[in-house]
């Protein structure tokens, strides 16, 4: 059974950058069937699906427009963990922030992170 | 990417059927088999109910089930029951290889 634990702080200040880690427990982040994502969620935005890295013969990456210039995702193999970066932050940025498994040609997301509330707030 | 397009809210009495849609683009609903649904309570991470279009996992029950026709795909829920009411979310594969939700429909089970 796959499990993921989330960990970071909840409070970052403006201009600055967001980093989350996501630890995975039942599976590997060099899984060639597996992708590893990052979802946040807020009033405003609703869910919105950030980005992910996977490997594939070599480690690849897929971001969504909104945060491409500001996003890195990167995996951790001594660790088996994932990681999130998003810099230059606002307050719209404030958000739950999730992780959570996707697969090759399995475009689900499953399971998920309990979630971390992150603040951007001076 | 533009969010897919769900009702804000649907409702219905204990033992009816609710359908909750999900309007995309042919880049993405409409160009994929890969739509999945999501049930979210509150202060809960969300949990996948649907996933292919209409495909359950296993502990899901039968009473959730998913179809597809062109840019619209849709959730039914039979026999509601209390411990439906939730927020419903969408999520679609997209051309540029990103997925995309929609943006959430509280169900009420009045």
């Known amino acids: 059974q796959v499990q993921l634990q989330q960990s970071g702080p909840g409070l970052v200040q403006p201009s600055q950058t967001l980093s989350l880690t996501c630890a995975i427990s039942g599976d590997s982040v060099s899984s060639n069937t597996a992708a590893w994502n990052w979802i946040r969620q807020s009033p405003s935005r609703g869910l919105e699906w950030l980005g992910r890295?996977?490997?594939?013969?070599?480690?690849?990456?897929d971001y969504a427009v909104s945060v491409k210039s500001r996003i890195t995702i990167n995996p951790d193999t001594s660790k088996n963990q994932f990681s999130l970066q998003l810099n230059s932050v606002t307050p719209e940025d404030t958000a739950v922030y999730y992780c959570a498994r996707s697969g090759y040609y399995a475009e689900w997301l499953d399971p998920w992170g309990r979630g971390t509330l992150v603040t951007v707030s001076s | 990417q533009s969010a897919l397009t769900q009702p804000a809210s649907v409702s219905g009495s204990p033992g009816q059927s609710i359908t909750i849609s999900c309007t995309g683009t042919?880049?993405?609903?409409?160009?994929?088999?890969?739509v999945s649904w999501y049930q979210q309570h509150p202060g809960k991470a969300p949990k996948l109910m649907i996933y292919d279009v209409s495909n359950r996992p296993s502990g899901v029950s039968n009473r959730f089930s998913g179809s597809k026709s062109g840019n619209t795909a849709s959730l039914t829920i039979s026999g509601l029951q209390a411990e439906d009411e939730a927020d419903y979310y969408c999520c679609s594969y997209t051309s540029s290889a990103t997925l995309v939700f929609g943006g959430g429909t509280k169900l009420t089970v009045l």
């Open positions: 890295t996977y490997y594939r013969s070599k480690w690849s990456n």
């Open positions: 042919s880049s993405d609903v409409g160009g994929y088999n890969y």
